[in-house]
């Protein structure tokens, strides 16, 4: 049964080392990007749909899909999803900073909401694993705004009855992206020192490859757990 991936975020640190492995990860054929815009990269395995997250549980894969299918190259996706005959896996790397949302409103819609949302139109179109990269600390009842919006969204992906939830936990993410940002970089530095050893070492910074490859590492095991939390110092390993 061929793969299909559709994933969230694909833009930012982790989403781009995601679809890189997932493009020379042979197992998937497909991997739909659903994003706000198109991304500026082009692979045979890449398919792109642009979207309004807030609007998204009303949008038709197969009807954006036959939109796009103006060559015929589209077809047997289109029949392997009305058929069923697809094995289909939602990815999400989803989410952004206070800074860059501007308020806690505009952080919360986009790194809960947007994700739930994502998460159910998955689930709605066939998805029976789902993998979220979450945060090292996430927890509902933090007095933390970020950890508690980050623990929300874990409990509230648990009620979408998927096969299999794996709930990515990582500490500071190592990687180049596109904006600078000094006080992380300095973070980066002091946290490598203090977190080399004893108890502080779960804390240690991990690069965003790190993060997508036990992501994959999760998407082939078949886990006897319907939810498994998966914390930055286990994800060091890949």
């Not at 954006?64 to 103006?70: D, M, P």
């Not at 909401?113 to 994502?118: A, E, G, K, L, Q």
């Not at 082939?220 to 939390?229: A, N």
Request: net charge positive; glycine share 8%; aromatic share 10%.
């Amino acid at each position: 049964m061929k793969k299909l991936a559709i994933v969230s975020g694909a833009s930012g640190l982790v989403g781009m080392q995601l679809l890189h492995q997932l493009f020379s990860d042979p197992t998937f054929s497909y991997v739909l990007v659903v994003s706000r815009r198109d991304l500026a990269i082009k692979h045979p395995k890449l398919l792109q749909l642009v979207v309004d997250f807030g609007t998204l549980p009303q949008v038709s894969l197969i009807g954006e899909l036959r939109k796009q299918n103006i060559g015929g190259d589209l077809h047997q996706l289109i029949v392997s999803l009305e058929k069923f005959e697809l094995e289909i896996q939602g990815f999400c790397a989803l989410g952004t900073t206070i800074k860059k949302a501007k308020s806690k409103e505009n952080f919360y819609k986009i790194d809960h909401d947007y994700v739930i949302n994502f998460a159910k139109w998955t689930h709605q179109w066939g998805a029976k694993k789902f993998h979220y990269v979450s945060a090292l600390g996430a927890d509902q009842t933090s007095s933390v705004f970020y950890s508690k919006v980050k623990g929300e969204v874990e409990q509230d992906l648990k009620l979408i009855p998927f096969d299999y939830l794996g709930i990515f936990r990582p500490s500071i993410l190592l990687g180049d992206r596109n904006e600078s940002r000094l006080g992380e970089s300095i973070g980066k530095r002091l946290a490598s020192w203090v977190t080399a050893v004893g108890i502080l070492k779960k804390y240690k910074p991990i690069h965003a490859y790190q993060v997508a490859k036990a992501m994959i590492h999760q998407a082939h095991t078949d886990e006897l757990e319907v939810v498994k939390v998966i914390n930055s110092s286990e994800m060091q390993i890949f």
